[in-house]
């Protein structure tokens, strides 16, 4: 029960300064290409969803 105890703590600390580094960093938590965001890249790269999501838009556009 202890290396339980000593490990559930070591864990909880270990999420906690996790936690303080993302809040004092101030960069926000970045998803994939296409992510829930619908479809906002934040990529350097443009993976292969967001140049299909790219292509459509341009299509659609050139439509109306």
């Given amino acids: 029960m202890t290396y339980f105890l000593v490990t559930f703590f ?3 600390i270990v999420i906690g300064l996790m936690a303080i580094g993302v809040i004092f960093g ?3 938590i ?3 290409c296409g992510g ?3 479809g906002d890249c934040v990529c350097v790269k443009k ?3 967001r140049k299909q ?4 838009a341009a ?3 050139s439509n109306s």
Avoid: P, T, V
């Avoid at 999501?53 to 459509?56: K, R, S």
């Fill in 10 to 12: 070591f864990m909880l």
């Fill in 53 to 56: 999501l790219d292509a459509e």
């Fill in 30 to 32: 970045k998803g994939s």
């Fill in 47 to 49: 993976c292969d969803k």
């Fill in 59 to 61: 299509l659609n556009s």
């Fill in 26 to 28: 101030r960069k926000a």
């Fill in 36 to 38: 829930a965001n619908k």
